[in-house]
């Protein structure tokens, strides 16, 4: 069997999405290695996780960096040690430099908690309700320079109930969000999924629009 590709996770906080990559590969439902977990917070819950696990993690304090740039080439240079071929963003809360982009792209995927190009940005299941959408979900993304605005890969719908606040819809959205991920990253991991001048490309095809997995497994 080749050896499990390398890949690295960065998270700001709870780290749901990070406990549920680790569990899918316990489970031998994702065939990557989790080289390295980082974070701009020491405190964030979701390091717990990577500490249960064995995995490295090396977390960042912007407050000893003059600026962003220098703080993501410090980031940069940390994940470039252990040589991942992919940097999974699960959660991280930070805007990251062009540079970062750069350095990183087209091995650079991120999950976010909408139907992008919808609701980019922060508090995004409250502006769903806001908005009176009647269907929410979360998408997958190569990240490019725009922010939440590279090709999307994935994404999984939920209805929006009359009742819901932002906290159920955020809910029944996050158990979504697992398996989609899971999904992505195993299409990356077996060479299906790459992206190739700006498009994500499946199976050799580029993808017009993001695929919809409503029942992600
Ligand atoms: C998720 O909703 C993800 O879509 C967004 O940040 C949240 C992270 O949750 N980017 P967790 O830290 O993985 O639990």
């Given at each position: 069997m080749p050896a499990a590709m390398p890949v690295v996770i960065m998270i700001s906080g709870r780290g749901s999405n990070l406990r549920a990559i680790i569990d899918a590969i316990d489970n031998k439902l994702l065939a990557v290695r989790i080289v390295a977990v980082i974070s701009n917070n020491a405190k964030a819950l979701g390091l717990e996780y990577a500490r249960l696990a064995n995995i490295d993690i090396r977390c960042f304090n912007q407050g000893d960096y003059s600026d962003r740039e220098s703080f993501d080439l410090a980031i940069q240079k940390g994940i470039d040690h252990y040589a991942p071929e992919l940097v999974i963003l699960a959660g991280y809360m930070r805007i990251l430099s062009v540079a970062f982009v750069h350095h990183f792209q087209g091995r650079l995927m991120n999950i976010h908690p909408s139907l992008l190009p919808e609701f980019p940005g922060l508090h995004t299941h409250q502006r769903a309700i806001e908005a009176g959408v009647t269907t929410h979900g979360a998408s997958i993304h190569f990240v490019t320079e725009e922010l939440d605005g590279g090709p999307v890969v994935l994404q999984t719908r939920v209805?929006?109930?009359?009742?819901?606040?932002?906290?159920?819809?955020?809910?029944?959205?996050?158990?979504?969000?697992?398996?989609?991920?899971?999904?992505?990253?195993?299409?990356?991991?077996?060479?299906?999924?790459?992206?190739k001048n700006d498009n994500a490309m499946l199976d050799g095809k580029k993808l017009d629009e993001p695929i919809q997995l409503d029942n992600p497994e």
């Amino acid at each position: 069997m080749p050896a499990a590709m390398p890949v690295v996770i960065m998270i700001s906080g709870r780290g749901s999405n990070l406990r549920a990559i680790i569990d899918a590969i316990d489970n031998k439902l994702l065939a990557v290695r989790i080289v390295a977990v980082i974070s701009n917070n020491a405190k964030a819950l979701g390091l717990e996780y990577a500490r249960l696990a064995n995995i490295d993690i090396r977390c960042f304090n912007q407050g000893d960096y003059s600026d962003r740039e220098s703080f993501d080439l410090a980031i940069q240079k940390g994940i470039d040690h252990y040589a991942p071929e992919l940097v999974i963003l699960a959660g991280y809360m930070r805007i990251l430099s062009v540079a970062f982009v750069h350095h990183f792209q087209g091995r650079l995927m991120n999950i976010h908690p909408s139907l992008l190009p919808e609701f980019p940005g922060l508090h995004t299941h409250q502006r769903a309700i806001e908005a009176g959408v009647t269907t929410h979900g979360a998408s997958i993304h190569f990240v490019t320079e725009e922010l939440d605005g590279g090709p999307v890969v994935l994404q999984t719908r939920v209805d929006v109930r009359k009742i819901d606040t932002a906290e159920t819809l955020a809910a029944r959205v996050l158990v979504k969000e697992h398996s989609l991920y899971i999904t992505a990253i195993r299409w990356y991991a077996e060479g299906r999924l790459v992206l190739k001048n700006d498009n994500a490309m499946l199976d050799g095809k580029k993808l017009d629009e993001p695929i919809q997995l409503d029942n992600p497994e």
